[in-house]
């Protein structure tokens, strides 16, 4: 039985991704996302201007006439959301948590699949496996997902998003679309993330919070890691450290970006006081113009 509180809010992911969805996300998630290639669909007589290569031979000489074969698009696809619910998601200095945010990306990304007749699977991670959901398709399915991501209690903090990314190396046999969200508080992960990126269409949401990219003048400050547990007191009032905590996120930031364009993977930072629907709709914007 599913608490009332979870399921209000459930509900209310829904009600607000859906609107997106049919007006917003669903043509551009078709658009992004080509099928697999083409597909026998039927023939039809032959008309003047058709490729001759598209002849069916057989068909004609049965009949006596001319007919040409016709292809569609394979259209069913395979989206896997891999989210990351380590410790450091349950950190936002605005009105939502990391996680939260990542829950509405995926609620809104997996029904603009399920509206193209796409399987959506989840995959949850800490420094573990902590809950794989095999793709299936229909709405049931995605409002299960949305279960678990917000439902879920987590065994560790910690991040190891390697794990993850083997797993879905050994689960999804034919290329998928695979969707990563996380902060990428991690390291290690390059190796297997290289190898997806190639067998699979990957790409990356970076969730990035304003208090982890600056920090504002507030005094003595307790910075606690939140998956490590560790905690250090530094003075928010010295402009020094403050342009030095500046720097090394900015410099993280940039060397995580230049990570993704080395292996050739999407990448989309978003930043959560600024919302996700226009970070989304630019990388869908620039990925329709691009010749694939």
Sequence with gaps: MIPKELF????????????????????????????RGIEFSEVR?????????????????????????IFEEEREQTLMLIVDVSGSGEFGSRSKFKREIAAEISSVIGFSAIQNND??????????????????KGRKHVLRLL?????????SRGTDLSVALNHVLHVL????????ISDFFDSGFIKPL???????????????????????????????DAETGE????????????????????ARQAEIAQLFRRIRMDYVPIRTEEGYVEPLMRF?????RLPR
């Design 231 to 250: 905690t250090v007191v530094i003075d928010t009032t010295d402009r020094r450290t403050r342009r030095t905590f500046a720097m090394h996120a900015g």
């Design 173 to 180: 046999k034919r290329r998928s679309i695979v969707l990563v």
């Design 8 to 35: 209000r809010k459930i509900r209310r992911i829904e009600i607000r991704t859906k609107g997106l969805v049919n007006n917003v996300f669903g043509g551009e998630y078709h658009s992004a996302f080509k099928g």
């Design 119 to 136: 399987k959506v699977g989840l995959l949850l991670v800490s420094d573990r496996v902590e809950l794989f959901v095999p793709p299936k």
């Design 194 to 224: 290289r190898v997806v990126a190639r067998r699979h269409d990957a790409i990356a949401v970076h969730l990035l919070d304003p208090r982890e990219q600056e920090l504002p003048s507030m005094g003595l400050v307790d910075l606690t």
């Design 45 to 69: 007589p032959y008309q003047i201007g058709d490729d001759i290569r598209t002849i069916d031979w057989n068909v004609s000489a049965r009949t006596g006439e001319g007919y040409v074969k």
């Design 284 to 288: 869908f914007r620039k990925r329709n």
């Design 147 to 155: 279960r678990e991501l917000f439902a879920h209690e987590s065994q």
